[in-house]
């Protein structure tokens, strides 16, 4: 499974984006979708996971702002952030588990100004 991320890009704060994460090959057997992000000098955070593709979770920073949705047809998993906050900077990964593995996307940039 290869996943393709896109729709990083710079907001003011207030502003909204959505990000998209398209996969290629086999998502037979996939049981989580998620987004995840880092931000500079900091780790890895879970930002929202759609787990066998009904129940939806979100870190509590982003609940309420964030909304994760997918499109089994099309393959793909869907981050939509409405209410942008700086603190929301960050390199935005998508991650697909099946069997045990993670996939990962390459990641996209999303920049919040104040």
């Known amino acids: 499974v290869q996943l393709q991320a896109s729709g990083g890009g710079r907001v003011q704060a207030g502003g909204s984006l959505r990000l998209s994460c398209a996969a290629s090959?086999?998502?037979?057997?996939?049981?989580?979708m998620g987004w995840y992000r880092q931000a500079p000098g900091k780790e890895r955070e879970l930002v929202g996971t759609?787990?066998?593709?009904?129940?939806?979770t979100y870190a509590e920073s982003v609940k309420g702002r964030f909304t994760i949705s997918s499109d089994i047809a099309k393959k793909t998993v869907y981050l939509q952030m409405n209410g942008l906050k700086p603190e929301d900077t960050a390199v935005y990964y998508c991650?697909?588990?099946?069997?045990?593995?993670?996939?990962w996307g390459q990641g996209t940039q999303v920049t919040v100004s104040s």
């Open positions: 759609i787990i066998s593709g009904d129940t939806v």
């Open positions: 090959g086999s998502i037979f057997s996939i049981t989580v």
């Open positions: 991650m697909f588990a099946k069997l045990g593995y993670n996939y």
